[in-house]
């Protein structure tokens, strides 16, 4: 574990803001809300920074709000590689009482220790990343993952030869059951016959057995790929193997695997930090739970390959503005389980947070 | 099932379990000298990253794989100075050096991490290499060769030559060994660091044959399953042949059998995950009940040598 302190640095922006900031003050006045003048701001990683997806996603949205907001007003510590597991609860009690004023906790099993934490410090905010619960200090905030899944298994869906695709999972948690369901019924809608078959390798990070994995998978007959784990292992092997191609998760991957590379789902947590910091500043933060998804530019398409044909990228462009003006969804109906009941009928939409809360299902044409 | 599919996960198999193979064999020949090295997987990780960084930066493998086999050994020489000349705990100094690799791989991999690398593949003319069926024999990296000719060149020294005499008496008997005039620290020394280097390119095999990639941690706990591989083949060198691709299998086909869905998907994937422990604590228990000398440990496993006069 190392803990990584980033020394203040005014940035141009952030000079800028600080005079128009320092113009603003006499009209403001004297405010209720009590405002500070520099916050502490703790991040609590499971892995580090360098692994290209995940965490690196994570560090980027940490870097964009320092500039945004000015690192003569954030103080920001990075604690990397913390299991989920008991010693989270131990770096969260030390963040605490090392004066953070927020902390984030940037994965899911990070939860139950922070809910530990976090009655115990009142005045200090605590936010955990795809996470289901909030208390009166302790807020969540998610993205919609899902979205970008739909718009790349429309992509998939249109252009297998094999008609086979697979998903590569980490856990089998929620956030994965969403994701592979939302790539599967998209690429269905292109080729009603498409299957996913989904492989779990039981870890946020094992590379070799992910690329093992992707290998099981394209010698079975899948040429196109896609990953719910955090790092480029997978990509790799359908560049190597020739295969149509597979999608960055968390990052752009591209230097990975130029030729496989269709086009990424990239996290953008960055404009959240910024908010949620800022609220801080100005103590307004309150209790919240957030869930951005492409419309709120949280999860963005990255480039389309050149090879990916213009009608396709035309019908994933449909896709993508579709989710943002609200006429698609991921979960619209009629959706049938691998069990033959019905989930969705014609006409109807699943709800994200209802699908969250649902026990694990998989769509017809799911092989899991 | 298919030839075609067969082959494939073959050649998925053999390079899953090369890795743990390499690093086993050098923890057995560490083993039988009397020492016990738990510093497997930071050793991997140190040979991994200077393996992937001399590969990037001169663009030969074969440098690269060179490369982290030195590194490897330097870094079980932090163990050995630590454990054979001052005599310290050799678990918890193990333990240390796990961290350690950890930590200095982390930080030396900086500079490496996001940047892709070309594999080191088949040196076989390409009609050999790629040819439907026959790259199931000419197919693989050379590491995967070199790792066979290791298990027989490690069979034959411990069992046919009197260096391999001398090393199984220090492992077996360190006084008596002393007494009749074998350097004992020595033949330590040299067992850790051979022991250092076969875990070094063990770990180069994650960039170069598995994963082009470097990424902090890249070898994922493999260390932990070789050094459970050791004792699996009771110290044994063909036996453990057998257990690497018998773990790498198990691994391998878990992935396939998923991949294909099918009947094995109903056995839950956290049942393959920890078979190649289960199948250790059953060898273990089997070893217990059936006690002889050819398959228990070296007698003086783990204890430090202090030699009396």
């Known amino acids: 574990m190392t803990l990584k302190n980033t020394r203040p640095m005014i940035s141009r922006r952030g000079a800028l803001k600080l005079g128009a900031g320092a113009a603003a003050l006499p009209l403001l006045g004297s405010r209720a809300f009590a405002q500070k003048e520099k916050v502490k ?161 039981d870890s946020w990070f094992d590379p070799a057995k992910e690329a093992d994995a992707a290998r099981a998978l394209i010698d079975q007959g899948v040429d196109i790929i896609t990953q719910h784990t955090d790092g480029p292992a997978a990509l790799q092997v359908a560049e190597e193997r020739g295969i149509i191609g597979g999608f960055g998760q968390g990052a752009d991957m591209s230097a990975f695997a130029p030729n496989a590379h269709l086009s990424a789902i990239i996290d953008h947590w960055g404009p959240y930090y910024t908010k949620s910091v800022k609220s801080v500043l100005d103590g307004t933060w309150e209790e919240s739970s957030f869930w951005g998804g492409i419309a709120d530019g949280e999860v963005i398409i990255g480039d389309y390959n050149e090879k990916i044909p213009a009608d396709v990228v035309a019908e994933a462009e449909r896709v993508r503005k579709g989710i943002i003006d609200g006429s698609i969804h991921p979960y619209a109906g009629p959706i049938v389980d691998t069990n033959g009941n019905v989930q969705a009928e014609e006409g109807d939409i699943i709800d994200d947070g209802e699908f969250w809360a649902q026990e694990a299902w998989y769509a017809e044409g799911i092989e899991a | 099932m298919s030839i075609e599919l067969t082959i494939a996960i073959i050649i998925t198999l053999v390079g899953a379990s090369t890795p743990i193979l390499f690093a086993a064999l050098g923890e057995l020949v560490v083993e039988k000298s009397g020492v016990l090295n738990l510093g497997v997987e930071g050793m991997m990780l140190t040979g991994a990253v200077v393996g992937f960084a001399v590969t990037f930066e001169t663009g030969s493998p074969w440098l690269g794989v060179v490369a982290a086999a030195f590194a490897g050994a330097a870094a079980s020489m932090i163990f050995a100075v630590v454990t054979l000349t001052l005599s310290a705990n050799q678990v918890a100094t193990g333990l240390a050096l796990t961290i350690f690799g950890t930590g200095f791989s982390a930080l030396f991999g900086k500079a490496y991490t996001g940047k892709p690398l070309a594999l080191f593949r088949s040196v076989f003319p390409p009609e050999l290499a790629t040819h439907p069926y026959l790259k199931v024999i000419f197919g693989y990296s050379p590491l995967v060769y070199f790792s066979f000719i290791m298990v027989v060149a490690v069979w034959w020294l411990l069992r046919r030559t009197r260096p391999g005499l001398i090393l199984r008496a220090v492992g077996e008997n360190d006084l008596s060994a002393h007494s009749i005039g074998y350097p004992v620290i020595a033949v330590r020394y040299a067992a850790v660091a051979f022991g250092g280097a076969m875990a070094g390119i063990g770990g180069a095999c994650f960039p170069l044959v598995l994963t082009p990639q470097w990424v902090e941690g890249l070898t994922a706990g493999r260390g932990w ?69 050819n398959t228990s440990a070296p007698a003086c496993l783990g204890k430090p040598f202090v030699p009396t006069s």
């Open chain 1, 41 to 201: 701001v703790g991040f609590v990683l499971i892995g580090t920074p360098d692994d290209n997806g995940w965490n690196y996603g994570h560090d980027q949205g940490r870097l964009y709000m320092l500039d945004e907001l000015g690192a003569d007003r954030v103080e920001t510590t990075v604690v990397t590689n913390v299991e989920e597991g008991p010693d989270a609860e131990r770096v969260f009690r030390e963040l605490a009482q090392q004066g953070h004023d927020i902390i984030y906790g940037t994965s899911f099993g990070f939860g139950e220790y922070m809910m530990n934490v976090a009655p115990q410090f009142p005045d200090i905010k605590f936010e955990w990343a795809t996470g289901y619960t909030t208390l009166p200090n302790m807020s969540i905030y998610n993205a919609k993952f899902h979205e970008g899944r739909t718009v790349i298994g429309t992509i998939a869906g249109m252009m297998s030869e094999t008609g086979i695709g697979a998903y590569i999972g980490s856990i089998p948690v929620p956030e994965v059951f969403m994701g592979a369901n939302a790539f599967h019924l998209a690429a269905r809608k292109q080729n009603p016959d498409f299957i996913t078959k989904v492989v779990y390798v």
């Open chain 2, 225 to 293: 399953i070789a050094l459970a591989l050791v004792v699996f083949a009771a110290w044994r060198p063909y036996r453990l042949l057998a257990g690497a691709y018998l773990f790498g299998l198990v691994g391998t086909m878990e992935l396939y059998a998923k991949a294909a869905g099918g009947p094995f998907r109903i056995l839950p994937s956290e049942l393959w995950a920890s078979m190649p422990y289960l199948a250790t604590i059953l060898v273990l228990v089997l070893i217990s009940i059936r006690r002889n000398s």
